[in-house]
């Protein structure tokens, strides 16, 4: 079955740096890669998401990024802010597992003022 | 519109005993699924039910349970409560099935066994 691991699980960088978190898959038949934020004490929330036939997608100072081939895809925060200091999780998921979404283990980001 | 509604917010409970959780999605969406959230360990998937029918389950033990009723709420069972039942459990409804649209996760329950 579907494998996500996701990379690093903690990521410090100074406020206004850029962060970059990576999550690897293994099941090429894979086709839809959300990311979560989920802020201390709150629920889980949609930031961005990719679907396989595209290789970039932005959102203001977010992007995801995918690599199909290598299967692989990242989260890219730029201009970080105190705000954007959160638990990520990132997810795949496949219509030939009816869709289930397979996640990360997360990544904790600390922005430093 | 109103979002995800989990209810109750928190629950304690006696080692043994057993709990229901309910879950309300938002309108008109069909898919619901429950997580198990503890520190340091992400979401772990339990099950996801679509149109009152189970369509993905995780790999928790036979103690934790589910169903979705007609109008799309859910409830999940857990019985035979464990201490390392405590934890945060979340439900996540989207119009057709995670994965292929957004999901929307409601504020949780926290349960904690004693």
């Known amino acids: 079955g579907e494998n996500v691991e996701q990379h690093p699980s903690t990521l410090s960088v100074q406020e206004g740096d850029s962060a970059v978190i990576k999550c690897t898959y293994s099941d090429s038949a894979s086709n839809y890669f959300p990311w979560y934020k989920q802020e201390l004490g709150k629920r889980p929330q949609l930031i961005i998401d990719i679907r396989s036939n595209v290789g970039e997608k932005k959102d203001q100072r977010i992007a995801v990024t995918l690599n199909k081939t290598a299967k692989h895809f990242s989260l890219h925060i730029t201009e970080t802010q105190p705000e954007d200091s959160a638990v990520y999780f990132c997810?795949?998921?496949?219509?030939?597992?009816?869709?289930?979404?397979?996640w990360g283990a997360g990544t904790k980001l600390i922005i430093k003022p | 519109k109103a979002g995800v509604t989990q209810t109750p917010r928190y629950l304690i409970k006696t080692r043994g005993q057993q709990v229901t959780l309910s879950c309300s999605p938002i309108s008109g969406h069909r898919s619901v699924s429950w997580y198990q959230q503890t520190p340091g360990q992400g979401l772990q998937f339990l099950f996801e039910?679509?149109?009152?029918?189970?369509?993905n389950k995780g790999n928790f033990p036979g103690r934790f349970s589910g169903r979705q009723f007609s109008n799309s709420r859910s409830e999940m069972n857990v019985s035979t409560l464990e201490l390392g039942d405590s934890a945060l459990y979340l439900c996540?409804?989207?119009?057709?099935?995670?994965?292929?649209?957004?999901?929307?996760f409601g504020q949780g329950t926290r349960l904690t066994v004693v």
């Open positions: 997810a795949a998921s496949n219509p030939g597992s009816n869709y289930q979404l397979i």
């Open positions: 039910y679509f149109s009152e029918t189970q369509r």
């Open positions: 996540a409804s989207s119009w057709t099935g995670l994965g292929s649209t957004e999901a929307f």
